[in-house]
């Protein structure tokens, strides 16, 4: 049996969305540059936590480029599900900057490991799930890319949007590994 090397294949790390947040990329309300939401400072009295996992820990909205600073203080959090417009960020539903429109939906990512994931995975022709017997998360960043992301027939397409994500004039100071 031969070996593909490992640029080849791919293996589902079992990385949610929630992995991904604790910085988001987004496109700052006030300047349209980059800004980042980031956890909030700890409030007074908390244990020491994992922020980047905590959901609901206050988080804050900050543009380097204009001095735009927001707070926002727990409550619900809407995780972008797709659909016909651009992504928005899970707290303040402001637009991803990591995003791109092809002609079957949007490729979106919240940061650059989100989207170095996401660029793996369409590369690989082979493309190792999580087996239906295994117990733990199924329900993975990669399991729920839509359908139209993960065929063959479209890896170009898909590749060619990353591209155009990774090498935009707001996005030149990200490094993506392999690209």
């Not at 922020?51 to 609901?56: A, Q, W």
């Not at 899970?90 to 989100?114: D, I, K, M």
């Not at 063959?152 to 590994?177: T, W």
Request: glycine share 10%.
């Amino acid at each position: 049996m031969s070996s593909l090397p490992s640029g080849h294949r791919f293996r589902d790390p079992r990385s949610t969305a929630y992995d991904f947040l604790a910085s988001v990329l987004v496109r700052c309300p006030r300047c349209e540059k980059t800004a980042h939401v980031v956890p909030g400072p700890e409030p007074a009295g908390a244990h020491d936590r994992d922020h980047g996992r905590d959901l609901f820990v206050p988080r804050r909205l900050v543009c380097r480029n204009c001095g735009l600073a927001k707070a926002r203080s727990g409550g619900g959090v809407a995780l972008y599900r797709g659909g016909a417009g651009p992504a928005t960020d899970p707290y303040f539903g402001v637009r991803l900057w990591l995003q791109a429109e092809t002609r079957h939906g949007w490729v979106w990512a919240y940061g650059p490991e989100h989207l170095d994931l996401i660029r793996r995975f369409v590369r690989a022709p082979l493309r190792e799930g999580i087996p239906w017997h295994d117990h733990g998360r199924k329900m993975t960043v990669v399991a729920r890319l839509p359908a139209w992301m993960q065929r063959a027939e479209n890896r170009d397409e898909v590749l060619r949007a990353i591209a155009r994500i990774h090498s935009g004039d707001g996005n030149r100071h990200l490094y993506m590994p392999g690209v």
